[in-house]
């Protein structure tokens, strides 16, 4: 059974950072390309950042710069560092792994408010 369990999220100011985590199981986790999506209200789920296996990368080019995606093999767990956050960078984020149709966690709030 393929778990993937979001936590980081909340409530940051402007300019502000946050880590989200995504402890994933059931997965062989060291070859499975894992990405991080994010939904705001009324748009649709879009792709922020991913990393394969081999820790090769890709970002949004609305991120690129100031989000860096990065994995633990031995935790089966993915990150999202984000800093100098915007207002617009807020949605809910989702971890995805790239198997089998494609899995994802609950998702995790984020909001950037002054």
């Known amino acids: 059974q393929v778990q993937l369990v979001e936590s980081g999220g909340g409530l940051v100011q402007p300019g502000g950072s946050l880590k989200l985590s995504c402890a994933a199981s059931?997965?062989?986790?060291?070859?499975?390309?894992m990405a991080w999506y994010r939904q705001a209200p009324g748009k649709q789920r879009e792709l922020v950042a991913a990393?394969?296996?081999?820790?090769?990368?890709n970002y949004a080019d609305s991120v690129k710069g100031r989000f860096t995606i990065s994995r633990d093999n031995a935790k089966n767990t993915l990150y999202l560092q984000m800093n100098s956050l915007k207002p617009e960078d807020t949605a809910v984020y989702y971890c995805?792994?790239?198997?089998?149709?494609?899995?994802w966690g609950q998702g995790t709030q984020v909001t950037v408010s002054s």
């Open positions: 995805n792994a790239n198997i089998a149709g494609g899995y």
């Open positions: 059931g997965i062989i986790f060291s070859l499975t390309t």
């Open positions: 990393v394969t296996g081999g820790f090769n990368t």
